[in-house]
């Protein structure tokens, strides 16, 4: 995938780039989700703005009260609520991947903006780099 | 044109690592610089110099040291990452009590931050992955 980094910003604190990370995967059955949110973890340390994006099986990440006991693995989602303290608030879910879930805003564990695939597309399109899980 | 890559399956089960090297060497040739490839995932396991395929196949590790050397090419291994999947240097197999280490030359393994870092200096960053 080509992320374009033209219209860069710059602040005091350096160069500062639009980054989303998209998240595609179901939260268990592949490390995708949780080594993906591992990035975004990271990335709060470069303060670079940043996006998330979840489509497909990957709004399954947000699902609210989430028991992996059975499974033997950590339940991460957690991880998501702390998130706002790491300045990063822009939570974008599809539209058509929750509604096509049987899913719906009250579902999630976190305040997300619900927007239609055409709109995400926009997002990507103003990012300069896009990274997918 | 500065390039950063994202290699995030491992070798031989994925063709992810074999695009990846074809990529590098053709931006090379055409005059690109690779500012680093970033091993992520199962990507990870590219890094192992314990690798040894039938003789009639590529070596893909090897594939990779020898192309670093060549063009003194950055091959960053996430660590997190490395270390679930039983890739470890000499140091970290020291700290950790662990009897032996495996990265191959040309690799080294450091944070995630040099994947986000490559994101913030290169004008492409290209993944390599499902």
């Known amino acids: 995938m080509f992320t374009s980094s033209e219209?860069?910003?710059?602040?005091?604190?350096?160069v500062v780039k639009k980054f989303m990370f998209v998240n595609r995967k179901a939260p268990y059955g592949t490390i995708y989700a949780l080594e993906g949110l591992e990035v975004v973890l990271i990335s709060a340390a470069f303060e670079q703005d940043v996006s998330?994006?979840?489509?497909?099986?990957?709004?399954?990440?947000?699902?609210?009260s989430q028991d992996t006991k059975p499974l033997g693995q950590k339940n991460f989602s957690p991880t998501y609520r702390a998130l706002e303290g790491y300045d990063i608030e822009k939570l974008y879910v599809e539209r058509e991947s929750m509604e096509a879930r049987g899913l719906t805003e009250d579902d999630l564990?976190?305040?997300?903006?619900?927007v239609s695939s055409a709109e995400l597309a926009g997002l990507m399109?103003?990012?300069?780099?896009?990274?997918?899980? | 044109m500065k390039i950063g890559v994202l290699v995030s399956e491992g070798p031989y089960t994925h063709q992810a690592s074999d695009s990846a090297y074809n990529f590098?060497?053709?931006?090379?040739?055409?005059?690109?610089?690779?500012y680093r490839v970033f091993f992520y995932h199962d990507?990870?396991?590219n890094?192992?110099?314990?690798?040894?395929?039938?003789?009639d196949d590529r070596h893909i590790v090897n594939r990779w040291t020898e192309l670093s050397k060549q063009h003194n090419l950055d091959l960053v291994v996430c660590i997190a990452a490395a270390q679930r999947r039983g890739i470890m240097d000499e140091n970290e197999a020291k700290r950790q009590g662990k009897d032996?280490?495996?990265p191959a030359e040309g690799f080294r393994i450091s944070g995630l931050g040099q994947l986000v870092e490559a994101g913030i200096q290169c004008d492409r960053l290209v993944t390599f992955g499902d």
């Open chain 1, 52 to 64: 998330l994006a979840f489509v497909d099986d990957g709004v399954y990440e947000l699902k609210k």
């Open chain 1, 7 to 14: 219209d860069m910003d710059t602040d005091e604190g350096g």
């Open chain 2, 47 to 55: 890094a192992t110099r314990l690798t040894e395929p039938p003789r």
């Open chain 2, 100 to 102: 032996a280490d495996n």
């Open chain 2, 43 to 45: 990507g990870v396991n």
């Open chain 2, 24 to 34: 590098v060497k053709a931006a090379i040739e055409k005059g690109h610089e690779i």
């Open chain 1, 125 to 133: 399109v103003e990012q300069d780099v896009v990274i997918s899980f």
């Open chain 1, 109 to 114: 564990l976190v305040d997300v903006q619900v």
